[in-house]
């Protein structure tokens, strides 16, 4: 494939306007309207034509699902009172002390980061660090401290599963990478990005977090769960689901069937689906129902409906249209741009070849958001035909560099935005200038050291 300068220059066009208006959001608009916008013009200018949508739709509908599911997941969860529970039980573990409640926010936040997605990380666990902070009457100063660490860290730790974070579910999918040799490569590789996050968190924050705070002030866990069966069915689901995950690649199963069951078993159960009004037969007087048993089948029931129109269904039309956008740009040569930058690194070793492929990404994802990004490092790295150790390097360290690269901009990621805007709601303002200051501060060396254990773990199991 050569360049072409004319459709490279208009592809790269329709690319700026669409993210503009994704970033933006027209009013009444959504970001998946926004990206099929892009699509259309570029299939009216020939940018790309209309056998790329089956070829787009075969790389993104497994991934972009799978993140749909995860994350109603985790909204049914957080209506259940999982979330609010979990930050109650680790303030209360903390023991008033308050530079012990920030580290375990933070392994908290990778943790829920983890299993939850980052979107999931950020925008369900942070108001609820905010109401807790509130509650114990820390200062701004030191409440932006906490807000900024689970944000960040959301990003940061989201490597160690392939449902980690929709890039995850990307990259695996268009590499057949399977989802216990993804997690063979990252979990030992998230631990080092959680210690090298925690430290960097640690060193930018410590001196505005509040010694003690007051326990008393805090509600009891319990009185956090709102629906107990749900609760208590949620978490025989998350193994389940996790389990499935595992076993899915072996026989053929998408990973997206597996979180979609486990979404609609949780749903069942917050909904009580099974629970029918059936009239009296003729004759016979309906028995009374005990009021305990009216407040278990009826107060205790989650009104799924509204959580399921909540879900990020937009997403689904996001990543068909913004990667048919990107894949015209590679069409147009960007692929051949970025395949002979890499082909050049092959031979310098690992480590180069880790960190110069994640900075890059990372540097990429920053300005041009995660999610196309990702993609045209895919295209790139399968357009370079370097050997096999170099080359799965390469696909590791694209992932790590739009995990992470986001946190360097605000719009690095979906997830930032919709972050600032959940916070700024609540009262909690974050400049772009101010963001960017601290995000890079924060993300250059716990990239730096994660990819260094990238090339070290896969140089230990090759």
Request: proline share 5%; charged share 10%.
């Given at each position: 494939?050569?360049?072409?300068?004319?459709?490279?220059?208009i592809?790269?066009?329709?690319?700026?306007?669409?993210?503009?208006?994704?970033?933006w959001?027209?009013?009444?608009?959504?970001?998946?309207?926004?990206?099929?916008?892009?699509?259309?013009?570029?299939?009216?200018?020939?940018?790309?034509?209309?056998?790329?949508?089956?070829?787009?739709?075969?790389?993104?509908?497994?991934?972009?699902?799978?993140?749909?599911?995860?994350?109603?997941?985790?909204?049914?969860?957080?209506?259940?009172?999982?979330?609010r529970?979990?930050?109650?039980?680790?303030?209360?573990?903390?023991?008033?002390?308050?530079?012990?409640?920030?580290?375990?926010?933070?392994?908290?936040?990778?943790?829920v980061?983890?299993?939850?997605?980052?979107?999931?990380?950020?925008?369900?666990?942070?108001?609820?660090?905010?109401?807790?902070?509130?509650?114990l009457g820390?200062?701004?100063?030191?409440?932006?401290?906490?807000?900024?660490?689970?944000?960040?860290?959301?990003?940061?730790t989201?490597?160690?599963?392939?449902?980690?974070?929709?890039?995850?579910?990307?990259?695996?999918?268009?590499?057949?990478?399977s989802?216990?040799?993804?997690?063979e490569?990252m979990?030992?590789?998230?631990?080092?990005?959680?210690?090298?996050?925690?430290?960097?968190?640690?060193?930018?924050?410590?001196?505005?977090?509040?010694?003690?705070?007051?326990?008393?002030?805090l509600?009891?866990?319990?009185?956090?769960i709102?629906?107990?069966?749900t609760?208590?069915?949620?978490?025989?689901?998350?193994?389940?689901v996790?389990?499935?995950?595992?076993?899915?690649?072996?026989?053929?199963?998408?990973?997206?069937?597996?979180?979609?069951?486990?979404?609609?078993?949780?749903?069942?159960?917050?909904?009580?689906?099974?629970?029918?009004?059936?009239?009296?037969?003729?004759g016979?007087?309906?028995?009374?129902k005990?009021?305990?048993?009216?407040?278990?089948?009826q107060?205790?029931?989650?009104?799924?409906?509204?959580?399921?129109?909540?879900?990020?269904?937009?997403i689904?039309?996001?990543?068909?249209?913004?990667?048919?956008?990107?894949?015209?740009?590679?069409?147009?040569?960007?692929?051949?741009?970025?395949?002979?930058g890499?082909?050049?690194?092959?031979?310098?070793?690992?480590?180069?070849?880790?960190?110069?492929?994640?900075?890059?990404?990372?540097?990429?994802?920053?300005?041009?958001?995660?999610?196309?990004?990702?993609?045209?490092?895919?295209?790139?790295?399968?357009?370079?035909?370097?050997?096999?150790?170099?080359?799965?390097?390469?696909?590791?360290?694209?992932?790590?560099?739009?995990?992470?690269?986001?946190?360097?901009?605000?719009?690095?990621s979906?997830?930032?935005?919709?972050?600032?805007?959940?916070?700024?709601?609540?009262?909690?303002?974050?400049?772009?200038?101010?963001?960017?200051?601290?995000?890079i501060?924060?993300?250059?060396?716990?990239?730096?050291?994660?990819?260094?254990?990238?090339?070290?773990?896969l140089?230990?199991?090759?």
């Open positions: 494939m050569t360049v072409n300068p004319v459709h490279l220059a592809g790269s066009a329709i690319f700026v306007l669409t993210l503009g208006m994704v970033i959001r027209p009013k009444g608009i959504g970001i998946g309207w926004s990206a099929l916008a892009g699509a259309a013009v570029a299939l009216a200018t020939g940018v790309v034509d209309t056998r790329d949508i089956s070829t787009v739709w075969g790389i993104v509908w497994n991934a972009t699902f799978t993140f749909v599911a995860v994350i109603l997941i985790s909204l049914i969860l957080d209506a259940a009172g999982f979330f529970w979990a930050a109650l039980h680790i303030a209360r573990t903390a023991r008033g002390n308050g530079r012990m409640l920030f580290v375990l926010v933070v392994l908290l936040g990778a943790m980061a983890s299993v939850f997605a980052n979107d999931g990380a950020a925008l369900i666990l942070t108001p609820i660090v905010l109401e807790m902070l509130l509650a820390y200062s701004p100063q030191a409440s932006l401290a906490f807000v900024m660490a689970t944000g960040f860290v959301a990003d940061s989201s490597l160690p599963l392939v449902v980690s974070n929709l890039v995850n579910i990307v990259s695996a999918d268009y590499f057949h990478v989802f216990a040799r993804f997690a490569v979990i030992p590789v998230d631990i080092v990005s959680i210690l090298a996050s925690l430290a960097v968190l640690w060193l930018y924050f410590h001196r505005s977090i509040p010694r003690e705070y007051a326990l008393e002030e509600d009891a866990p319990r009185d956090a709102s629906d107990p069966l609760f208590r069915i949620g978490w025989a689901v998350l193994l389940i996790l389990a499935g995950y595992f076993a899915a690649g072996r026989v053929g199963i998408p990973i997206s069937a597996v979180a979609g069951l486990g979404a609609v078993v949780l749903a069942g159960v917050a909904g009580r689906w099974w629970h029918i009004q059936i009239p009296p037969a003729l016979r007087p309906a028995k009374a005990s009021a305990r048993g009216a407040e278990h089948t107060g205790s029931r989650i009104d799924v409906a509204p959580i399921v129109r909540s879900a990020p269904w937009q689904v039309l996001f990543s068909l249209g913004m990667y048919l956008v990107v894949f015209g740009l590679a069409r147009a040569g960007l692929t051949d741009v970025v395949a002979t890499l082909g050049h690194l092959a031979p310098h070793g690992s480590s180069v070849v880790a960190l110069a492929t994640g900075y890059g990404t990372a540097a990429l994802a920053s300005v041009m958001n995660n999610m196309p990004s990702v993609l045209v490092g895919a295209l790139g790295i399968h357009a370079s035909h370097v050997a096999a150790n170099p080359r799965e390097t390469m696909i590791f360290a694209n992932v790590i560099g739009n995990d992470l690269g986001p946190k360097l901009t605000p719009i690095g979906l997830a930032t935005l919709l972050w600032l805007h959940v916070i700024e709601r609540r009262g909690v303002h974050i400049g772009w200038a101010q963001y960017m200051r601290t995000g501060v924060l993300t250059l060396p716990v990239l730096a050291l994660t990819l260094l254990a990238l090339a070290g773990w140089h230990v199991i090759g």
